[in-house]
T-cell receptor
Framework: RKEVEQDPGPFNVPEGATVAFNCTYS??????FFWYRQDCRKEPKLLMS???SGNEDGRFTAQLNRASQYISLLIRDSKLSDSATYLC?????????????FGKGTTLSVSS | EAGVAQSPRYKIIEKRQSVAFWCNPI?????LYWYQQILGQGPKLLIQ????????DSQLPKDRFSAERLKGVDSTLKIQPAKLEDSAVYLC??????????????FGPGTRLTVT
């Protein structure tokens, strides 16, 4: 089983739609969770951290279910500029503290 | 604040040749990472440095890949000899702290390697 699994998509939605991405992770000892965004041929950038209580940043809402080892990202009122690949990221403990394990990413295409 | 710098941005080599990539992290960032991102995949950690020491190289193909971070600042990643399956984007990232739940990794623009 892969450490981090995501539905690769692509998700094709119209502007204004609400879309949700899901992610599962295999290491129950993981403590830190993130969503990164990667535009085509660009580097990944942190979109938001995911906290146990759930957190919201504008149109973006992230949820964590530790019991099910499941992470989600909800995007409301999709914009054309939201088109990108969304990477689910989980930490793995190592000698230095932690390393990040990335999922394959879910591709979102928002059309007008 | 300057971001993570990488060079070259693009490199095309033939299989069995050698290649080296360079990374300069954000000033003051103690932790430096090298990732390999194959088309359609997420980034895969190759090696993690804390200052100039290696703390995780479990996924580095050590028979052909090597990396160093002399003086705890710049880093180089070398592939010798290259194989066709090494074609990928090599991303360097740095972070201020490796621990904790709220640290962020900052990525450089990457080096796109094509092995023919």
């Amino acid at each position: 089983r892969k450490e981090v699994e995501q539905d690769p998509g692509p998700f094709n939605v119209p502007e204004g739609a609400t879309v949700a991405f899901n992610c599962t992770y295999s290491n129950s000892a993981s403590q830190s969770f993130f969503w990164y965004r990667q535009d085509c041929r660009k580097e990944p950038k942190l979109l938001m951290s995911v906290y146990s209580s759930g957190n919201e940043d504008g149109r973006f809402t992230a949820q964590l279910n530790r019991a099910s080892q499941y992470i989600s990202l909800l995007i409301r009122d999709s914009k054309l500029s939201d088109s990108a690949t969304y990477l689910c990221v989980v930490n793995r403990l190592n000698q230095a503290g932690t390393a990040l394990i990335f999922g394959k990413g879910t591709t979102l295409s928002v059309s007008s | 604040e300057a971001g993570v710098a990488q060079s070259p941005r693009y490199k095309i080599i033939e299989k069995r040749q050698s290649v080296a990539f360079w990374c300069n992290p954000i000033s003051g960032h103690a932790t430096l990472y090298w990732y390999q991102q194959i088309l359609g995949q997420g980034p895969k950690l190759l090696i993690q440095f804390q200052n100039n020491g290696v703390v995780d190289d479990s996924q580095l193909p050590k028979d052909r890949f090597s990396a160093e971070r002399l003086k705890g600042v710049d880093s180089t990643l070398k592939i010798q000899p290259a194989k066709l399956e090494d074609s990928a984007v090599y991303l360097c990232a740095s972070s201020l702290f490796p621990q904790g739940t709220r640290y962020e990794q900052y990525f450089g623009p990457g080096t796109r390697l094509t092995v023919t």
